[in-house]
């Protein structure tokens, strides 16, 4: 069994009110100096056998249809 | 009178009053499920607001793939009517029959108020009803509504009047250029994050400009042939 792990971020130029938020809280929380925070998802998806160069392409197809939007997002698939 | 379809996800919310405003406009409403095959020979679909599969993923992102989206895709093509409100909108353009996204208000909240709009386009089936330049007011309830594009796909969608509808007075979610709805090329698909179904009827809602969204105007037969 294998890990493949996709992670998924909104585009640079799409706004992120989430992140905007989480930033919002830090100098609260008496941390200063973080200039920006970007909110993503992480995918974690266990596969059975070995990830072949097929099976690869396959994740990769559902990284770009189903688990990110490439009108607003970008996706990094990483085998662990 | 027409039968105007109204597709059931699990999670959608809308989907009974839009069936009611169809009844209101004088068409005949069909009620469809997601999981089924055949579209039941409609004239038109309605993709209603709600909550689809719980908003998981991304709004939309997984009602997209239902079995019955497949045939609407295909009609869409085919220059079958297709509105889809609110969560509707969102899964259309996860379907790609509409250009952007949809993404968190700009504010974060959830808006929930009785919106003016300006009916910017009237070349679709479902504005057919207005005159360019109208303005109605229908309530507008979304968390996730900020309509967003490349300024590239912006300046197309102006260009080529395919801005059906727009905020006036106020931008509730932060949408870009304050657009509240739009159109494919063809006009037979439209999106609007505002809910007309909700301001059909006298004494519930903010009025009844909402029905000729349901109506369906002569274009409709130009489009089905």
Same mark, same amino acid.
């Given at each position: 069994?294998?890990?493949?792990?996709?992670?998924?971020?909104?585009?640079?130029?799409?706004? $992120?009110?989430?992140?905007?938020?989480?930033?919002?809280?830090?100098?609260?929380?008496? %941390?200063?100096?973080?200039? $920006?925070?970007?909110?993503?998802?992480?995918?974690?998806?266990?596969? $059975?056998?070995?990830?072949?160069?097929?099976?690869?392409?396959?994740?990769?197809?559902?990284?770009?249809t189903?688990?990110?939007n490439? %009108?607003?997002? $970008?996706?990094? %698939?990483? %085998?662990? | 009178?027409?039968?105007?379809?109204?597709?059931?996800?699990?999670?959608s919310?809308?989907?009974?009053?839009?069936?009611?405003?169809?009844?209101?406009?004088?068409?005949?409403?069909?009620?469809?499920?997601? /999981? &089924?095959?055949?579209?039941?020979?409609?004239?038109?679909?309605?993709?209603?607001?709600?909550?689809?599969?719980? &908003?998981?993923? =991304?709004?939309?992102?997984?009602? =997209?793939?239902?079995?019955?989206?497949t045939? #609407?895709?295909?009609?869409?093509?085919?220059?079958?009517?297709?509105?889809?409100?609110?969560?509707?909108?969102q899964?259309?353009?996860?379907?790609?029959?509409?250009?952007?996204a949809?993404?968190?208000?700009?504010?974060? /909240?959830?808006?929930? /108020?009785?919106?003016?709009?300006?009916?910017?386009?009237?070349? +679709?089936?479902? *504005?057919a009803?207005?005159?360019?330049?109208?303005?109605?007011?229908?309530?507008?309830?979304? !968390?996730?509504?900020?309509?967003?594009? +490349?300024?590239? *796909?912006? &300046?197309?969608?102006?260009g080529?009047?395919?801005? #059906?509808?727009?905020?006036?007075?106020?931008?509730?979610?932060?949408?870009? =250029? &304050?657009?509240?709805?739009?159109?494919?090329? =063809? !006009?037979?698909?439209?999106?609007?994050?505002?809910?007309?179904?909700h301001?059909?009827?006298?004494?519930?809602?903010?009025? *009844?400009?909402?029905?000729?969204?349901? *109506?369906? !105007?002569?274009?409709?037969?130009?489009?089905?042939?």
């Amino acid at each position: 069994m294998a890990r493949v792990v996709v992670d998924v971020m909104l585009k640079p130029e799409i706004l $992120d009110p989430q992140g905007k938020a989480v930033q919002g809280a830090l100098p609260r929380l008496g %941390v200063e100096g973080v200039s $920006d925070v970007r909110q993503g998802k992480r995918f974690e998806l266990e596969v $059975d056998g070995e990830v072949t160069e097929e099976r690869l392409a396959q994740l990769h197809h559902i990284a770009e249809t189903l688990l990110s939007n490439p %009108v607003i997002e $970008d996706f990094e %698939v990483h %085998v662990s | 009178m027409s039968r105007i379809g109204v597709l059931t996800f699990p999670g959608s919310l809308d989907d009974v009053d839009a069936r009611r405003a169809v009844r209101f406009a004088g068409h005949e409403p069909v009620a469809l499920w997601h /999981r &089924d095959h055949d579209l039941q020979g409609v004239d038109a679909v309605i993709l209603p607001g709600g909550f689809s599969y719980g &908003d998981y993923l =991304r709004c939309g992102a997984i009602s =997209r793939f239902s079995p019955l989206m497949t045939e #609407v895709v295909a009609g869409a093509e085919q220059g079958l009517p297709v509105l889809g409100i609110c969560n509707g909108f969102q899964i259309l353009c996860e379907s790609h029959l509409l250009p952007g996204a949809l993404v968190r208000n700009q504010r974060m /909240r959830f808006v929930c /108020r009785d919106q003016r709009l300006r009916i910017e386009s009237a070349d +679709t089936p479902w *504005t057919a009803a207005y005159g360019a330049g109208q303005e109605v007011v229908v309530p507008l309830k979304n !968390g996730e509504g900020c309509y967003v594009a +490349t300024p590239e *796909t912006l &300046d197309e969608l102006e260009g080529e009047g395919r801005v #059906v509808a727009r905020y006036l007075e106020v931008n509730p979610n932060g949408s870009l =250029r &304050d657009i509240a709805g739009i159109r494919n090329a =063809r !006009g037979n698909v439209v999106g609007l994050m505002p809910h007309p179904e909700h301001a059909v009827e006298p004494g519930f809602g903010p009025g *009844t400009d909402g029905v000729g969204f349901f *109506t369906l !105007g002569a274009v409709v037969e130009s489009l089905v042939g």
